[in-house]
């Protein structure tokens, strides 16, 4: 499967092809939908029938393997034949606030030093949680410093290395719940110039200053070191 996402997370849609379609969902052979993954969660949106009809997905899902993507339909959908041609168009508003709050959280992982031990893309919002011996930073400043950040407008791509390359530099992966998957060869990066440089397969945005404002809603204690910084997109609250 062709995933377009990938090289670019700007696409909104694609003409397809269906591979498969059973009760665990539909298979294309290229798709712009992301499945629900690395804490972002999966594209929604239609499939787009030659006849002028159309499939409303629901959700995104990760198949048997990383390059396998099974979209599923709404209930009550009717499942399309192999072969049928269809243009895949997600929901871009949508996307475009995951992208947009993903790109803060890799901002939030630059500004905080800590071990992150989770981490939840929401729609509008989002939250990592850190391992903070020191206690919890001032939520007033860390806005600031976050908005900062998106105000100098970044530089924001992904590129890729080898799985021997990652290897020789252990430090580039922060998470401790989620690892960046090996054995392909290559593995994505997504650096911000100047700022982050990190493995994630998700989708961002291309310069920090199309974020916009955002707040540190609340920091949350959830255990003797842990702390959960709630961040939220202004213009959507």
Same mark, same amino acid.
């Given at each position: ?21 059973? +009760?665990? /969902?539909?298979? @294309? ?7 629900? &993954? /690395?804490? =972002?969660?999966?594209? $929604? &949106?239609?499939? !787009? ?15 048997? $393997? ?26 871009? +508003?949508?996307?475009?606030? #995951? ?20 981490? =939840?893309?929401?729609?509008?919002? &989002? !939250?990592?949680? #850190? %391992? ?15 908005? !900062? ?14 799985? =021997? ?8 992966? *922060?998470?401790?719940?989620? *690892?960046?998957?090996?054995? $392909?060869?290559?593995?994505? @990066? ?10 994630? /397969?998700?989708?961002?945005? $291309? ?5 916009? !404002? ?7 204690? *959830?255990?003797?070191? %842990?702390?959960?910084? %709630? ?7």
């Amino acid at each position: 499967m062709e995933l377009l996402f990938r090289e670019d997370a700007y696409l909104r849609s694609c003409e397809a092809k269906v591979v498969a379609a059973d +009760e665990a /969902g539909i298979r @294309l052979d290229r798709t712009v939908f992301y499945p629900t &993954g /690395g804490g =972002q969660p999966g594209d $929604s &949106g239609l499939l !787009r029938l030659a006849d002028g009809g159309e499939i409303r997905i629901a959700d995104t899902r990760k198949g048997e $393997s990383h390059e396998d993507v099974v979209h599923i339909p709404a209930e009550g959908s009717p499942l399309p034949a192999p072969g049928t041609e269809v243009t895949a168009e997600i929901d871009w +508003e949508r996307r475009h606030r #995951f992208m947009r709050m993903h790109t803060c959280m890799h901002l939030l992982s630059a500004v905080v030093t800590g071990e992150i031990t989770g981490g =939840q893309v929401g729609d509008g919002k &989002g !939250r990592v949680d #850190f %391992n903070l011996p020191d206690g919890s930073p001032d939520k007033e400043q860390l806005a600031a410093d976050l908005n !900062r950040l998106i105000e100098e407008d970044h530089r924001v791509a992904p590129r890729w290395i080898t799985d =021997q390359e990652l290897a020789a530099n252990p430090g580039l992966v *922060k998470t401790m719940s989620v *690892k960046p998957p090996t054995g $392909s060869g290559t593995v994505r @990066l997504l650096e911000i110039e100047g700022v982050d440089l990190q493995p994630c /397969g998700g989708t961002h945005v $291309s310069r920090t200053g199309e974020i916009g !404002r955002v707040g540190v809603r609340k920091i949350e204690n *959830k255990g003797k070191q %842990n702390r959960r910084i %709630n961040l939220v997109l202004l213009d959507e609250d």
